[in-house]
């Protein structure tokens, strides 16, 4: 389209909570955004989806927050009344120096995730506040991919997050296995949806295996393999058996570069406890055929390179870091790892260059280093959680390891609230900070959560839009948008960083995040915060990444798109010279076996991979009551919560309860019925969509939906977390694919 003269056009890049980064052109006109259209430079191009591309309503919704509030009614009652800044700032900081004051630091939890994703705009500045208040707990661990990022400490000595590879190496496979990894719905990290379509349109065979006919399956895959929730490890085990009793497994590769494989042969050919892990014996357990095990196997060791490509959701489940495990150990035993074409497993997703690159150069300048609160229990255990490599991400506190037994586990900082020191935690919690996270909707076992935040004094929120956390505020802090101030952001694995240009003043009296901790920080008293303007920041930022030559270019550009002469491959150093690229682990090789675990003697965290039956699995006695496996998968038309309520993108896909025909008849269920999901933590009421796309004994409800509870606490509003756990597994993931649920029509 072209522009009037009136008119103006600003380059920005939209990352928003799918992780993707994408470039938007946005048209100016009278100082509003007017119309959005996306990347026309040079290829690659970073190319936005409806979401970026319906920003507009989100930017202009009727329902921004424009003022600070203050609760005026009970907790949760969503009764506020408007103040000024000043009073919001004077507020909070005296209620930070009470209870400091009277329960100490450690009485104080942040929690930060990831609403717009930049390098100035994030929580760790307001990790930076309460350090030099003090000091405040925080939580470590990731929810999306703990499993992931376990199973890769302890096979490669490295962050997840690390160990993923410019998406057009997957033009070099002659196999891909998309295992429980949907990108054809989930955008993110470097548009492997793009990719895949052209290996598949080169001949590269490809495979789903997922319990729901993804649009991933239809589009991109030659072939569907459903499988029960929760029992990949069983079906890779397997897997390896048939490569294994084949002697198709490359074992130069094996006797080269890895550690312990004696020991995983020794289990998977059933020497340790005499069960054979067949197909047959996976069958009963997965779901899956045994001769559809059997040519999976096969197609997979002798189609090389083949690359495995394990998604988050299978790993958020009870045991899930032994899937990641097993994925790695399949990868390696086939000689796919750190080749062109190959993957090396635990989660298809991570960074390259940009955020590796950024990650010291942000991470604690900008948290104000160390937390006071961190220091007085240095960690003990699991000696990789200490790694330094453990990638800051961003929003502070999003991806750091433990240093510090005072951290919590994100998932079960409600439990510790409502628990403190006589449940085990190291404090009593008396205030909770929340930035960019929508925690009541978000984190397993919604109703609990709840519980806890009435037990709190006290409670801040920095928030866009009243959603079902911030209803929970004393104080809610109005944030403005990335459109509404600058910023620079990378692209997960795609080679590319991003300028966020400011485009249009912040709506009503909304800020950023930078002006909310500078205006907190004069409050406290704390010297030194506003030395740096963004501006400053960003040119600091810049100059840190090394990679790009020209800030004002750059700023101009809206990105800049690093050249790569080749496909990166992870561990390609470790593959092609050992002796001088050892893995970074205590062994220096892959490990297949890890004496790391082996050390932390816990039963549940076997050191070779192994398949554990999980609980509230099929063979869960619980099935009687509540016979169907719940799924909680990423939607389309949002990232989370945020784009909900964005009316257009509402139109595209209604929330709803996905069963098959089988269980849906069983029930007297019709399509579009509106029907009662429920289980000993909540109910939710929504309609059911009835299709073949699912597995029988498996339902849907994708995440995200906001949480809307009626006069008897039964959900109106489709929020899958009502019915999710906050029991995590041992290694600490999340096991939002972990529930039993029934469902009857209302
Ligand atoms: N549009 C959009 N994109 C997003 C996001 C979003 O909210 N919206 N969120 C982003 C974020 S933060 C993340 S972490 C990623 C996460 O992305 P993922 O965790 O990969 O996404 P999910 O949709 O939960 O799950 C992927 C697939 O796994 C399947 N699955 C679930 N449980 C199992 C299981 O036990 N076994 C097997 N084999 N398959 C299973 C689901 O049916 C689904 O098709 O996506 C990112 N991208
Ligand atoms: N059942 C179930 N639960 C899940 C998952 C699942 O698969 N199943 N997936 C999990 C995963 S992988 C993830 S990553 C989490 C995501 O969980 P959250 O990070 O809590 O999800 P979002 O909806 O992205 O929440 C971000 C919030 O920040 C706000 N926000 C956006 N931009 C800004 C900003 O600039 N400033 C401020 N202050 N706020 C902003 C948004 O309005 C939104 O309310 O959810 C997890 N929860
Ligand atoms: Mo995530």
Not at 473 to 482: E, M
Not at 622 to 630: M, N, S, V
Not at 711 to 720: E, K, L, M, R, T
Request: hydrophobic share 35%.
């Amino acid at each position: 389209m072209g522009t009037t003269s009136a008119e103006k056009v600003v380059y920005t890049t939209c990352r928003s909570h799918c992780n993707e980064a994408c470039v938007l052109k946005l048209h100016i006109r009278d100082g509003v955004v007017s119309h959005i259209e996306t990347d026309d430079g040079p290829e690659p191009q970073y190319l936005a989806c409806l979401k970026g591309r319906a920003y507009r309503q989100r930017l202009y919704s009727p329902e921004r927050l424009t003022s600070p509030l203050k609760r005026t009614g009970e907790r949760g009652e969503g009764k506020f009344a408007e103040i000024s800044w000043d009073e919001a700032f004077e507020t909070v900081a005296s209620e930070i120096k009470r209870i400091n004051r009277a329960y100490g630091p450690a009485a104080i939890i942040l929690m930060c995730s990831a609403g717009d994703i930049g390098w100035v705009h994030n929580g760790s500045l307001i990790e930076r506040v309460l350090v030099g208040a003090g000091g405040y707990t925080g939580v470590l661990g990731t929810v999306s991919a703990e499993g992931a990022f376990f199973a890769s400490m302890a096979t490669y000595g490295t962050d997840s997050i690390r160990i993923t590879g410019t998406r057009d190496n997957l033009l070099r496979s002659s196999m891909i296995i998309l295992w429980g990894w949907n990108p054809a719905v989930t955008r993110g990290y470097g548009q492997p949806a793009l990719h895949l379509l052209k290996a598949r349109q080169a001949g590269t065979r490809i495979v789903t295996v997922d319990p729901r006919y993804t649009d991933s399956a239809a589009t991109l895959s030659d072939q569907w393999v459903p499988i029960r929730p929760g029992t990949d490890t069983a079906m890779l085990i397997a897997m390896a058996y048939v490569i294994i009793s084949g002697s198709l497994q490359d074992q130069g590769f094996i006797d080269r570069f890895t550690t312990g494989f004696a020991s995983f042969r020794d289990y998977v050919l059933g020497k340790q406890d005499g069960i054979p892990k067949t197909p047959a014996w996976a069958e009963p357990i997965t779901g899956v055929p045994a001769a559809t095990i059997e040519s999976l196997a096969r197609e997979y060791a002798t189609l090389k390179p083949a690359a495995l490509m394990d998604g988050f959701a299978p790993g958020r489940t009870a045991y899930g870091e032994q899937f990641h495990r097993a994925v790695a150990v399949l990868s390696t035993i086939t000689g796919n790892v750190g080749v062109a074409g190959g993957n090396a497993g635990c989660g298809s997703t991570g960074a390259y260059l940009p955020r590796i690159h950024l990650g010291p150069v942000v991470g604690s300048r900008m948290t104000g280093g160390e937390n006071p609160v961190d220091r007085t229990r240095p960690r003990e255990d699991a000696v990789f959680y200490k790694r330094k490599d453990r990638t800051s991400v961003i929003g502070g506190d999003f991806y750091t390891g433990g240093p510090s037994n005072t951290r919590l586990n994100r998932v079960q900082v409600a439990d510790a609230i409502l628990n403190g020191r006589n449940g085990g935690y190291p404090a009593d919690y008396k205030m909770l900070y929340l930035v960019n996270l929508n925690y009541v909707n978000q984190y397993g076992n919604t109703n609990k959560i709840v519980q806890a935040l009435k037990k709190l004094e006290f409670i801040v929120v920095q928030e866009q839009f009243m959603n079902a956390t911030a209803r929970y505020a004393d104080i809610v802090f109005p944030n403005n948008t990335y459109m509404e101030r600058n910023d620079i952001t990378t692209g997960g694995v795609a080679p590319f960083y991003g300028f966020v240009n400011k485009a249009v003043d912040s709506v009503g009296g909304s800020k950023s995040h930078y002006e909310i901790a500078a205006g907190l920080a004069a409050k406290l008293g704390i010297k030194g915060f506003d030395g740096k303007t963004e501006e400053d920041w960003l040119k600091e930022i810049v100059a840190g990444t090394k990679d790009i030559p020209n800030y004002e270019a750059f700023r101009k550009q809206g990105s800049h798109k690093v050249p790569l002469p080749c496909p990166v491959v992870v561990f390609e150093d470790q593959i092609r010279d050992p002796l001088k690229n050892p893995f970074p682990n205590p062994s220096g090789k892959i490990q297949i076996y890890s004496q790391e675990i082996a050390d932390m003697q816990h039963t549940l965290i076997p050191p070779i991979p192994k398949y554990i039956e999980p609980w509230e699995g099929r063979q869960d006695a619980l099935t009687a009551k509540y016979p169907l496996q719940l799924l909680t998968t990423h939607f389309l038309r949002r990232a989370h919560t945020q784009y909900d309520n964005v009316p257009w993108l509402r139109e595209l896909c209604a929330q709803a309860v996905t069963m098959n025909p089988a269980d849906a008849r069983s029930r007297g269920i019709k399509d579009g019925d509106r029907v009662k999901v429920f289980n000993d933590r909540g109910a939710v009421v929504l309609p059911a969509s009835v299709t073949d796309r699912i597995t029988p004994g498996v339902v849907d409800i994708p995440e995200g939906s906001w949480f809307a509870p009626d006069a008897s606490g039964v959900d109106q509003g489709g929020c899958a977390n009502v019915l999710t756990s906050d029991v995590i597994s041992p290694a600490g993931a999340f096991c939002s694919s972990t529930a039993l649920v029934q469902v009857e029509k209302t």
